[in-house]
């Protein structure tokens, strides 16, 4: 990428114009540009091939008039939101189109995407199942496999286990730098705020890997040379789906500081590596199946160790599945969380109870709130008001 603005300068501003400039320059250049949407997408796949992914997400702020035609209203309004946009032609630069089975109301939008949205070379229904089990790495497997023979049928190339180790390579080294830069707001007075850190997931999701690193450690950089901040309120966790609309902004907006989260856009995009020095397409498998952090996939606990007919207790069970959001809290010193279900989002509503327990458990209060994808930004916002301030007593 050209250009003399570095760092946090430049994520504001790609945002501000458009975020797929770059991925568009790179279609008119002869690159295959493929959208996916959530977080079981082996990207590793798509780059070894040279294709560039990028992200889909919706938009908050337009109304849903096109997708309204074609599915219901109770269903979820972020997948919902990026249908819409799509209909309308907004990511109409995208030569390819890849949608896992991540959850039912992106499985069912998928049922008549391809028939109202047809124009596109390659389109593709990833299977990935819901259990992290023998059986379901199984399945996995079968298909990564038919992934990979569909991506060389399009391209006409070999993905060959080179270009793939060197693929994941670049993809955990991301992973690092954003562990790295997260790692920074455990100071403290974090020196990024959670505002930001969304806008670069956002932009770093919108360019090749290779470039969104550059772009990594650019803002590391940035960062790492700041004037120290004050603290400016309660350190808050932040749990849900995909929260590239305004939740975060509004959460800092009434005073707290978002120092962590377990989000789609968040932490579950890189807080697992793909193991090395095994088999790449194991390796894939496991990180993107067994590691998930997403309330879709059911992690099994295992079983060594138990009696015959012995079971886990309900405590062992949610320490096992959601332990994650603990040690989130205790390392990133949370005096609280938050956590925001889309409305009809049944993975994380189900989920709600265990994930509530986990954190109250070692005395993390928490908040839950839900609404749509666009938010009631008044009502929401008297709330988290008033539950900050029960922080602050």
């Not at 114009?17 to 790179?26: C, G, I, N, Q, V």
């Not at 919706?58 to 972020?78: L, R």
């Not at 999701?205 to 400016?232: C, F, I, Q, T, Y």
Request: charged share 30%; proline share 5%.
């Amino acid at each position: 990428m050209s250009g003399e603005k570095k760092g946090l300068v430049r994520v504001q501003e790609m945002l501000a114009t458009d975020r797929f400039a770059r991925a568009k320059e790179l279609r008119q250049e002869g690159k295959h540009v493929f959208g996916y949407v959530c977080c079981f997408v082996p990207l590793e796949m798509l780059t070894a091939l040279d294709i560039v992914p990028v992200r889909l997400l919706g938009d908050p702020n337009e109304p849903q008039t096109e997708a309204d035609k074609h599915v219901e209203t109770i269903m979820c309004s972020f997948i919902r939101s990026v249908f819409d946009i799509d209909l309308k032609g907004r990511f109409s630069f995208l030569d390819g189109l890849v949608v896992p089975h991540s959850c039912d109301s992106v499985c069912m939008t998928w049922g008549i995407w391809p028939y109202y949205n047809d124009r596109r070379a390659f389109k593709y229904f990833l299977n990935v199942p819901h259990s992290a089990t023998d059986t379901g790495e199984e399945l996995m497997s079968h298909a990564i496999q038919d992934f990979k023979e569909k991506l060389e049928k399009f391209t006409g190339k070999i993905l060959t286990e080179d270009a793939l180790c060197s693929a994941i390579v670049q993809h955990n080294r991301q992973r690092a730098l954003l562990k790295e830069l997260y790692n920074l707001r455990k100071e403290p007075a974090a020196p990024i705020t959670g505002t930001e850190v969304k806008q670069l997931l956002i932009a770093i999701m919108s360019l090749p890997v290779d470039e969104g690193n550059a772009l990594l450690e650019e803002v590391l950089d940035d960062v790492k040379n700041r004037a120290p901040r004050k603290a400016v309120g309660p350190r808050i966790l932040v749990y849900g789906p995909a929260m590239d609309n305004e939740f975060i902004d509004l959460v800092e907006s009434c005073g707290a500081e978002v120092v962590i989260d377990d989000a789609c856009l968040g932490t579950r995009f890189f807080s697992a590596d793909v193991e090395d020095c095994i088999d790449p397409y194991l390796a894939l498998n496991r990180r993107y199946l067994r590691d998930s952090k997403c309330p879709r996939t059911y992690r099994r606990p295992p079983e060594e160790g138990l009696a015959p007919g012995q079971t886990y207790s309900y405590e062992e069970d949610v320490k096992l599945r959601l332990g994650h959001m603990e040690k989130y809290s205790r390392e990133w010193k949370a005096d609280g969380a938050i956590f925001y279900v889309i409305r009809f989002c049944d993975s994380h509503g189900f989920d709600i109870p265990d994930a509530r327990d986990a954190l109250k458990r070692h005395n993390i209060p928490v908040l839950v709130l839900e609404g749509d994808y666009a938010l009631t930004k008044e009502q929401l916002k008297t709330r988290i008001q008033a539950f900050l301030e029960m922080l602050d007593q």
